[in-house]
């Protein structure tokens, strides 16, 4: 079946391109250029989707920064060295506002495009349990809107949402895309844009990568500016 | 209350727009400049900020051109002299994939940043029934997705999306709009993008305004390319 992947060249979009992959789909890429203060994120996808052949691969400009609202768009401090109790019970000022909502609407619109029946993408709740945009209902309450607000929907087809990562731990995930031959040296993850070329190891999503890591009894092939705690 | 209205400079967002006002709201506006055709909409959109006094006003880029799948933004020909009957009961080829879907998102993006518990929207099931994001059952729906997906719905405060043209007639709309003194000289309607200046008259968008003011017993000020039929 045509799936279109949202692919962020994040480790766990790659990991979930991978699986679509593995489960024999025909992948069109779609990543979204948001004006990323770490805007290496969208380089690092086109390196993926020529290491998977992928033939369609559309980069949207989309400038959230003229919304702004997170430190992930403005130049507000990226939060570091929290502990994962700290991380845990609250929306992060890295949450993006309505980030997944907007990424799956122009994922669904690219899929109507392409006749794709499958919208992946790498949604995770154990580790991002405070961005309500990962949450499963979410996404089950975004099929609804597709299958009410579309083309593909009214006329039956439908478009299915998977989050194949949605449960795993970043232990899990990280030996799934091992398993995969996920070139997990292509893949970026730092929320600090102001590093070039390595991960800073300190922000939440560096140390959310490198407790994964660990618990795989893994090793990261990325260089990190400091080293882990 | 704070509201977004998502103002495209036709003449069902402008009236909307005088909606909220007339309700007493802050109003902001978004537009989305996404490669329409027809770019003179956006122009127009400014020009009914300016006469609504408004002070934020964001114009957003995005480039639906690039995901194409429509009459109204990719090289199709726009149909012409279409009678009602012709348009009811398809979804025309002027159906943008998603589009309601992915203007709400972003809508929503600005309303968390802004702090607003409100979005209008011009959206109307009569006129453009063949427009499945133009249903109210849509509108729930997406409702629903804001109340899992986002920070305010997390948080309990909500955004609640107002579409109040939803169920008039065209010509409901226009009297409505007369009644709040709504500019209806600068607003434009037409899907003809080779058209300067003047609206072509036979686009399913011109015929629906003009058989509007015909029905309204007003005069549209704007001009026509082709005396009415």
Redesign the interface.
Same mark, same amino acid.
């Given at each position: 079946m045509k799936a279109i992947v949202l692919a962020s060249g994040g480790l766990d979009s790659t990991v979930t391109a991978a699986v679509a992959k593995r489960d024999g789909h025909d992948l069109s890429f779609l990543t979204i250029s948001y004006g990323q203060r770490h805007c290496i994120e969208v380089e690092r996808a086109g390196e993926v989707a020529r290491m998977f052949g992928i033939v369609n691969h559309?980069v949207? +400009?989309?400038?959230?920064r003229?919304?702004? =609202?997170s430190a992930l768009t403005s130049n507000h401090p990226v939060p570091k060295d929290r502990s994962e109790a700290d991380r845990q019970g609250e929306?992060p000022s890295t949450?993006?506002?309505?980030?997944?909502?907007?990424f799956l609407?122009?994922a669904?619109?690219?899929a109507?495009?392409m006749d794709a029946s499958l919208v992946y993408l790498g949604a995770n709740v154990v580790d991002y349990s405070g961005y309500?945009?990962c949450?499963p209902?979410?996404l089950r +309450?975004?099929e609804?809107?597709?299958?009410? =607000?579309?083309?593909s929907?009214?006329?039956g087809k439908g478009i299915e949402i998977r989050a194949p990562l949605l449960s795993f731990s970043k232990a899990e995930i990280i030996r799934l895309g091992a398993s995969l031959n996920v070139p997990f040296h292509l893949t970026h993850s730092c929320y600090d844009p102001s590093m070039s070329g390595v991960a800073c190891g300190r922000c939440d999503s560096c140390r959310i990568r490198r407790e994964g890591f660990q618990a795989a009894g893994l090793t990261d092939p990325i260089a990190y500016a400091e080293a882990g705690t």
């Open positions: 559309l949207l +400009a989309l400038d959230l003229a919304i702004g =609202g929306i949450y993006v506002p309505a980030r997944n909502t907007i609407s122009l669904i619109a690219y109507e495009t309500p945009d949450r209902e979410f +309450a975004f609804e809107v597709v299958r009410l =607000g579309t083309r929907g009214v006329e």
